[in-house]
């Protein structure tokens, strides 16, 4: 197998894991997301235990434990709150 075809045979490997990137949450500008602080404080009414919160594209998203102590990697719309992709495990 030529360098070229390794090179090509690579990059349609990685597409999957590529195109599972972090969801598109918002096409609102920044000045109209709730506040850091109002959405961690949403986050921990519906009972999650936050590890991690962060900024991701356009999304507010976290890492952390659900209300049922599972492993939670969830996105949330920075303008009203919603979960728009949650991905829960053991």
């Not at 045979?9 to 997301?33: F, G, I, Q, R």
Request: aromatic letters at 8%.
């Amino acid at each position: 197998m030529n360098f070229k075809m390794l090179i090509s045979v690579a990059v349609a490997a990685a597409a999957p894991a590529l195109a599972h990137a972090s969801p598109s949450c918002t096409k609102e500008p920044k000045s109209a997301w709730m506040s850091q602080d109002a959405m961690k404080s949403k986050i921990d009414q519906q009972g999650y235990k936050v590890r991690t919160f962060q900024v991701t594209g356009n999304c507010y998203e976290i890492y952390g434990k659900d209300k049922d102590g599972k492993r939670a990697e969830v996105y949330f719309n920075p303008v009203t709150g919603a979960i728009v992709k949650a991905e829960i495990g053991d």
